[in-house]
């Protein structure tokens, strides 16, 4: 994905830090995979006490892709179509200067390919009078501090086709080897569609890599859907205010992902890869009968995220969960589970406390296995009292759980909750599976 500079080219060391940084989010996300299985071996030991439910969760085929199938591939040369400055140097450039470019729908792509740059960029949907079809306004002011160091703004083309907006270093001008970030980009994207058009309006694709730039995201739920959003950072915080999608993907490494969406698609990730923490509400949605899963990573980061389901038919599709936490706290809320909707949540906490909130509707079997724990923080249930039939006819709820030691230093404490005299052993309407290691996990139903 490395932009050029006029003659077509990144320098190169610039290119080593993108395939460096590419490397570790395929590495992390490899090494999250293998942490999941190894830790979810015990759940088939035969070391069950007798009188224990047996408790077999459904068979849900994993359906989370690799960072491979789920990022844009482009290659590292695209062709430049146009740039502020011709020059391949600084000379052409001032210290300080704005400019506004105007794009299609189809050139939603904005990328930062300069290392001693920073700044924010706020994108909205804006409601225009009398335009006659959606457009793209990016305005973008460009402030340098070090003499012959400064940003050109460019359009390119890649390989695929798609057209794209970037902020590149000039050849020459930049202190090589200096991390200090000299340059200060300020942009606002403007999404713009006629206030007539018919709502909502449609946008393909938003992608985004912008380094160590702040991403801001607002007032797009509504009138205006986005298919893919795709945002990747580095140190760069990315906010998402609202945003109905089909899939969604946020890449960070320090940087905070804050992400309230709509997502309806077959898999989305919220994934941070060097300690930034995850936040922010999910909605998971199906028109149809599709299966929607949802993946979030946060290695290092903490994660305090609600989920909410909503499905129009019992025999609708299934929703997937699976929330990793590394070394830090994971807060997963489930706000929203209708009955009769089946959902797979699984949680993996690495030396991290685990708090898992499910709603009283919930009905289904829970397992949670720890192995490397003290005795004083092997997981635990919290049932709530006083709660409510939610069909109104007056059944009584019983949440039951055992609990053992298996060979090895494993404890397990397995359970379920329904409504009426006896469980529906037939099939499970959702199921909870948590496992940690070194980690306080608790369930709250």
């Given at each position: 994905m490395g932009l050029p500079s006029n003659d077509q080219r990144v320098d190169s060391h610039a290119r080593v830090r993108r395939y460096d940084r590419a490397s570790k989010v395929a590495l992390a996300l490899l090494t999250a995979t293998a942490l999941a299985?190894?830790?979810?071996?015990?759940?088939?030991?035969?070391?069950?006490?007798?009188?224990?439910?047996?408790?077999?969760?459904?068979?849900?085929?994993?359906?989370?892709?690799g960072l491979a199938a789920i990022q844009p591939v482009y290659n590292d040369d695209p062709e430049t179509i146009w740039c502020y400055s011709d020059e391949v140097d600084a000379k052409g450039l001032p210290m300080n200067y704005s400019h506004t470019v105007t794009l299609s729908l189809e050139e939603s792509s904005f990328y930062n390919q300069h290392q001693w740059a920073s700044g924010d960029w706020t994108f909205e949907a804006v409601s225009v009078p009398d335009l006659k079809a959606p457009e793209v306004r990016a305005q973008l002011s460009v402030s340098s501090q070090k003499e012959g160091c400064t940003a050109n703004i460019c359009i390119v083309r890649f390989e695929d086709g798609n057209r794209g907006l970037a902020t590149v270093a000039p050849k020459t001008g930049c202190p090589v080897g200096d991390p200090t970030l000299v340059v200060d980009i300020q942009a606002t994207v403007t999404f713009a569609y006629p206030e007539t058009a018919a709502k909502p309006v449609h946008v393909d694709r938003i992608n985004t890599d912008l380094q160590s730039m702040t991403q801001h995201f607002k007032h797009f739920r509504g009138d205006v859907d986005v298919k893919v959003l795709f945002a990747s950072s580095t140190t760069g915080e990315i906010r998402v205010d609202g945003m109905n999608t089909d899939s969604t993907i946020i890449l960070a490494s320090t940087g905070s992902v804050t992400a309230n969406i709509s997502v309806s698609d077959r898999i989305s990730t919220l994934y941070t890869y060097g300690g930034g923490p995850i936040k922010g509400s999910v909605t998971l949605s199906a028109p149809s009968k599709e299966d929607v899963g949802l993946q979030v990573l946060g290695l290092g980061g903490a994660v305090d995220l609600d989920i909410a389901l909503t499905s129009p038919a019992s025999d609708g599709p299934h929703y997937e969960a699976y929330v990793l936490g590394w070394n830090k706290p994971v807060r997963l809320n489930v706000v929203s589970l209708p009955p009769g909707v089946p959902l797979a949540l699984t949680t993996v906490g690495i030396a991290g406390n685990l708090e898992l909130i499910l709603p009283t509707t919930f009905e289904g079997p829970f397992t949670f296995m720890a192995f490397g724990t003290p005795d004083d923080q092997k997981p635990i249930i919290v049932p709530r009292s006083e709660v409510p039939d939610p069909t109104g006819e007056g059944r009584n709820r019983t949440v039951s759980s055992h609990s053992w030691d298996v060979k090895g230093g494993y404890h397990v404490l397995a359970g379920e909750t329904f409504w009426g005299s006896k469980a529906n052993k037939s099939e499970y309407l959702s199921y909870v599976l948590s496992e940690s290691n070194s980690a306080r996990a608790a369930l709250l139903v």
């Open positions: 299985f190894l830790l979810r071996k015990p759940s088939s030991s035969p070391h069950r006490p007798v009188g224990s439910p047996a408790l077999v969760h459904p068979q849900i085929p994993a359906t989370f892709p």
